[in-house]
């Protein structure tokens, strides 16, 4: 995958600033539009883990950073992903 592609999909799972911790694994669901239009990516998954959290308090909003681990494509292929 080319650096700087756009990766448009779901999570799994909910992430929020509220109850996510430093370390918790997540999936995403790799969607259309695919990188490139390459259809390789169709039911491809990314795997990674929340890096930072920082919890809402006051006027102060919450913000939860994602770290991209691995992508991999449903002929079981994988690369490793940085993001």
Do not use: C, W
Not at 7 to 33: C, H, M, R, W, Y
Not at 74 to 80: C, E, F, K, P, Q
């Amino acid at each position: 995958m080319p650096s700087q592609s756009v990766i448009t999909g779901t999570l799994e799972q909910s992430i929020n600033s509220k109850s996510s911790q430093v370390g918790d694994p997540f999936v995403l669901d790799v969607q259309a539009p695919f990188p490139a239009d390459d259809q390789r990516y169709q039911g491809a998954k990314v795997y990674g883990h929340v890096a930072n959290v920082t919890h809402a308090g006051g006027t102060k909003k919450g913000r939860v950073d994602l770290a991209f681990d691995r992508l991999t494509l449903v002929d079981g292929t994988t690369a490793s992903l940085q993001g």
